[in-house]
T-cell receptor, first 115, second 115 residues
Framework: GAGVSQTPSNKVTEKGKYVELRCDPI?????LYWYRQSLGQGPEFLIY????????DSGLPNDRFFAVRPEGSVSTLKIQRTERGDSAVYLC?????????????FGPGTRLLVL | AQTVTQSQPEMSVQEAETVTLSCTYD???????LFWYKQPPSRQMILVIR??????QNATENRFSVNFQKAAKSFSLKISDSQLGDAAMYFC????????????FGKGTKLTVNP
């Protein structure tokens, strides 16, 4: 596709439920990143994939959060037993190659609201 | 750990005038990149401009330019001939050579453009 796409655009769920957020990176981009943006804050890093493997998952807040990228393209961020504090915008980004010199291009995000 | 500070939560400018947004950062790394991203209400993070630390020349992109002061660890964004479409949140971001490709963001500056 022309840009990074994320689905759903908005997700409302109840406390304790399980949610999946999907990211489709720019075609051909090998690196993929997830960030979380709380209200009034800048995005914070969650996890980074090179191809199919998670190269850095140091930003995942706890073991309720998990992400996969099984074929090196689409990625899914999974949140178990959601809590109200998980409410935020979840942003996905991709870059053509791995490396700090590569520009990351962002999707429009998924706004998650946990009631 | 690297940090990025944006000391101006909000700024306003008259249409066609010039405005400067401030950003400072803290790092011990020798090579890194700095970015300004724009985030309109649509949530899409749009790359405005990027600067490599090793390049002494300040980056420019049309009406957008930066003042990169490496010794002072300062990276300000100047928007010339401001347009109504420039109204958005602006985030300063850092990524370094230290082994992780994660972007570190400031808290953002909300720019209002008055007609």
């Amino acid at each position: 596709g022309a840009g990074v796409s994320q689905t759903p655009s908005n997700k409302v769920t109840e406390k304790g439920k399980y949610v999946e957020l999907r990211c489709d990176p720019i075609s051909g981009h090998t690196a993929l990143y997830w960030y979380r943006q709380s209200l009034g804050q800048g995005p914070e890093f969650l996890i980074y994939f090179q191809g199919t493997g998670a190269a850095d998952d140091s930003g995942l807040p706890n073991d309720r959060f998990f992400a996969v990228r099984p074929e090196g393209s689409v990625s899914t961020l999974k949140i178990q037993r959601t809590e109200r504090g998980d409410s935020a915008v979840y942003l996905c980004a991709s870059s053509l190659l791995p490396g700090y010199q590569e520009t990351q291009y962002f999707g429009p995000g998924t706004r998650l609201l946990v009631l | 750990a690297q940090t990025v500070t944006q000391s101006q939560p909000e700024m306003s400018v008259q249409e066609a005038e010039t405005v400067t947004l401030s950003c400072t950062y803290d790092t011990s790394e020798s090579d890194y990149y700095l970015f300004w991203y724009k985030q309109p209400p649509s949530r899409q993070m749009i790359l405005v401009i990027r600067q490599e630390a090793y390049k002494q020349q300040n980056a420019t992109e049309n009406r957008f330019s930066v003042n990169f002061q490496k010794a002072a660890k300062s990276f300000s964004l100047k928007i010339s001939d401001s347009q109504l479409g420039d109204a958005a949140m602006y985030f300063c971001a850092y990524v370094g050579q230290g082994g992780s490709e994660k972007l570190v963001f400031g808290k953002g500056t909300k720019l209002t453009v008055n007609p």
